[in-house]
């Protein structure tokens, strides 16, 4: 209790004067956050500068060639039965990684209550809207590849826009994967009770602990907010 | 909403004999945000659908993502109950991201206006 107490946050001071009291405190300088926690945030704020350089990457190319540029609400549209529907797929794609962040702050909630079948089940559930999206992404990749997009060239305009499609989604893309994969070891964790056994993991031998899930949670929203980006900036732009 | 946040704190470090560094909080918050995320994101398809043009087209782009991005960082991500020191250390670096790319923006203005001019290509 007395460990718990250290790391309430009713106990400090909040605002500015909490930050300048947090950095000087001469101990660790993230309070009430554990550093499992603090390098995962750390490791997403790598990850950002990654993705921000792809896309600021995208934007040059975009900006700076003199060939018309590929009208993605034409490229990305799907017939059904005779109607093309703009970028029908890609909505569909952002609704199934919406639900997926859903279903993870749910079962983050639920993990924190030491729910184990509930917090097993959306994990899962969490990692078959997953699993859905790359599918998708497979289906559109393929699509286009069959239309003839190329790294280094398409039918429709400017060469650049393969290049920086296949980098950017492909790039996201893997971490989706790398995603459920995680969802699925975690999952698996909370349905044998290694978390509420402290049970030590396998690789990294630090015990089980409900935290991870909300770790894992951190890196599968940050999923979802890139593709906030991608939809934005690369799709819809 | 503090009151409730704080309440459903010491609740669950009684509650539990072994106390973690855990974020709860109620499950309407979530149910909430699940929700707005939908609606932003249908506005932004709809964007799209109506083929809206100029700059409401990208006003509006920027608008629902900016919107979005900050309440999954702020509430899924939890940012919002963490302590400042980390927030500022996680949300400030990306600025220089900015920076970046208002940088390149203007690099390739310069670019395409050389192309246009000494290339002779495009219009």
Known sequence: MNTALLHTQAARPPGWRGVVADWSSDQRAFKGASWGKTMMWIFLLSDTFIFGCFLLAYMTVRASTTVAWPNPSEVFALEIAGTNFPLLLIAIMTFVLISSSGTMAMAVNYAYRRDRVKTTALILLTALFGAAFVGMQAFEWSKLIHEGVRPWENPWGAAQFGATFFTITGFHGTHVTIGVIMLLIVARKVWRGDLDQERPGGLTGRRGRYEMVEIAGLYWHFVDLVWVFIFALFYLW | ?123
């Open chain 2, 1 to 123: 909403m503090a009151a409730a946040h704080a309440a459903a704190h010491s609740a669950s470090h009684s509650a539990s004999p072994t106390a973690h560094e855990g974020q709860q909080h109620p499950v309407r918050v979530y149910l909430v945000v699940w929700g707005w995320l939908f609606v932003l994101s249908l506005f932004s398809y709809l964007v799209d659908y109506f083929h809206l043009q100029g700059v409401l087209r990208w006003g509006l782009i920027l608008l629902f993502m900016g919107l979005k991005a900050a309440l999954i960082v702020a509430v899924f991500m939890h940012m919002v109950w963490e302590r400042l020191a980390l927030a500022l250390a996680i949300l400030l670096p990306p600025v220089a991201v900015l920076v970046f790319a208002a940088l390149m923006a203007i690099e390739s203005e310069h670019t395409l206006w050389m192309r246009q001019t000494f290339l002779g290509v495009g219009d």
